[in-house]
């Protein structure tokens, strides 16, 4: 017997969380067909892993390529990372099903929403699709990673309410519709539905997003649809966003209860932990989804987008860069800057802006090696220090250092993971909130998330083992999913594999490229110590570089692989 490919001489993570060994894994027609010692078959490829770590490939339950395969197939920063399936359509932001009235409005919506360049976004999505399952198969075009598409509430909105969907709540009748229209997304394939009602929400002119008019009995109808199919998981946002107050934890139980579905919500901390401990033995299912890799930018003023929404800074900012050092040392324009530096950001309409976090700025790494000392102190820290105003301190150690200073927002510290890790190994909680395909706009980028755990978590801190941290990313999801053919090393399963160096796995710095949609600059995270990343049976990672297979699919729930 021949195989398509061998993975040989690999230490098998499987995802069970039980204890890793060595084998080779055959495969054949895009499926594991035998594991063990396979030295004698024969095989059209090989990868040779020893050395080597083996194990299914990452599951992320929070991402956003909805639109990315019309301009990048391979989805791009996530299967750099390992990531073989993606959950897409959270946020209850879809693109289906949709008129052709409705479409505009919905774009424009998604891309103000999700920091999306939209005239780039409207220059390449061909509107070839109404219904749910026509959008299905329009981006089921041979992708870099697998799929699973949620329905949007929002659409749902739309399709039963018209322009009325902005500005109010529904009646029955077009509560009635929307579930139609879910039964037709879920026969069609659909893994469920997501809704928003967060309240920076808002779409371009600053009007709160359709599902923000929607009312509790509107979500909770829906979860009844959604209980007919005995299959399916929902995404709520509720106004609290990701720390659930007593009326928000009250709806999250109420949607899960009716439905019968596992009910997703965000959390950046483990606050929620110990109310979801009190209700688990309701028999509700609720799963946190965690952002385990923190927001931590590194920026200089060299180059930067972090005050591109603070006036006066923004239009220093965009000088060429001489004439930036020049206005940056000129004294006669520092009070303007440190007025300004005082103010809220800028951000879309019908969004409050936010104050620049000067307490968690600081100096990460100097240039000239007598400023050495003042690495890893904070910027209020040394302005208190000096006697000088936050802002100067800044500018006179960058124009010091010819704007090669490299300062780090800290917007979580380190002693925060390690509740967090506690939070994940209760099992209320998943690792898996990386946004990936959003936020192209902005200045960070958090698509390695699954790298930044098994680096950061696993060999430098201990914080996870690593069979166990490997089961939160695969069979873990896999199995809230109801996705019976991923998320194990195991004969019968599919081939979706990733093949890691454990003493060098993490995350790059993030860099902006100009790959987006039309060209347009978009900010990546590249990955450390991912050898190959296999998807369906195929190598489509080779060292970190694409072999030219697009085997990824749209994965409809409820069918056969």
């Known amino acids: 017997m021949a195989y ?6 690999g230490m098998i993570v499987d995802g069970t969380g039980f204890a890793r060994y060595r084998a080779d894994v055959g495969i054949e027609d895009g499926t594991i067909v035998e594991i063990g010692r396979l030295g004698g078959m024969a095989a059209a490829a090989t990868i040779d892993a020893d050395g080597l770590f083996v194990s299914p490939g990452v599951i992320d339950l929070h991402t956003h390529y909805d639109a990315q395969p019309f301009w990048d197939r391979l989805c791009t920063s996530s299967v750099w990372h390992g990531v073989t399936t993606v959950l897409t359509g959270n946020c209850g932001l879809t693109l289906a099903p ?30 070839t699709w109404q219904t749910f399952d026509e959008y299905l198969q329009a981006i089921d075009i041979g992708l870099g990673v697998n799929m699973m598409p949620l329905v949007g509430h929002n659409p749902l909105r739309l399709g039963a309410m018209d322009r009325a969907a902005w500005d109010r709540a529904a009646t029955e009748d077009e509560i009635a519709t929307m579930q139609r229209l879910l039964r037709e ?28 008019l929607a009312d509790d009995a509107e979500r909770v109808a829906l979860g009844r649809t959604m209980a007919e199919f005995n299959r399916g998981v929902i995404e709520i946002l509720p106004p609290s966003v990701t720390q659930p107050d007593e009326a928000d934890r009250k709806h999250l139980l109420d949607v899960a209860r009716i439905s019968g579905r596992p009910v997703f919500f965000l959390v950046f901390d483990a606050t929620p932990r110990e109310w979801m401990e009190s209700v688990a033995g309701d028999g509700a299912r609720l799963q946190a989804l965690l952002r385990a890799i923190p927001f931590n930018p590194r920026f200089t003023l060299k180059k930067t987008t972090f005050f591109s929404n603070l006036d006066v800074w923004d239009g220093v900012m965009a000088k060429p860069l001489a004439d930036r050092l020049a206005v940056l040392a000129d004294p006669a324009r520092r009070a303007e800057l440190r007025e300004a530096a005082m103010q809220r950001q800028r951000r879309r309409p019908g969004v409050p802006g936010r104050f620049v976090p000067w307490a968690s700025i600081v100096v990460k790494k100097a240039a000239r090696d007598e400023n050495r000392a003042l690495e890893g102190r904070g910027l209020t820290q040394l302005a208190e ?15 010091e250092e010819g704007l090669d200073t490299e300062f780090q927002l800290q917007t979580r510290p380190p002693e925060r993971d390690i509740e967090l890790a506690d939070f994940v190994r209760s099992g209320h909680a998943l690792p898996s909130q990386s946004d990936a395909g959003a936020h192209l706009n902005t200045n960070f980028c958090t698509a390695g998330e699954s790298s930044y755990v098994l680096g950061e978590w696993v060999r430098e801190r201990g914080l996870l083992g690593l069979e166990d941290a490997v089961r939160r990313f695969t069979s873990q999801p896999a199995r809230v999913m109801g996705l019976r053919d991923r998320g194990l090393v195991r004969e019968g399963m599919a081939a979706d594999l990733m093949v890691f160096d454990l003493a060098r796995i993490g995350v ?22 991912i050898h190959h990343v296999v998807v369906g049976g195929q190598v489509v990672l080779n060292h970190g570089r694409h072999t030219g297979a ?4 749209v994965l409809r729930a409820g069918r056969a692989r």
């Open 385 to 399: 220090a000096l006697g000088k105003h936050v802002a100067d301190v800044m500018l006179d150690l960058a124009v």
């Open 508 to 529: 790059k710095d993030d860099e902006v490229v100009r790959d987006g949609p039309g060209g347009t600059p978009r900010r990546v995270q590249g990955a450390e110590g």
């Open 185 to 212: 997304a879920m026969e069609a394939g659909a893994w469920g539905w997501s809704t928003t009602n967060s309240p920076t929400h808002a779409g371009p002119r600053g009007e709160p997003v359709p599902t923000r």
């Open 550 to 553: 697009f085997p990824g699919r």
């Open 4 to 9: 398509d490919l061998i993975v040989k001489n």
């Open 98 to 127: 949709l008129r052709p009235e409705h479409r505009e409005p919905m774009l424009a919506t998604f891309c103000c929403v999700e920091d999306l360049p939209l005239r780039s976004l409207s220059g390449v999505l061909p509107w």
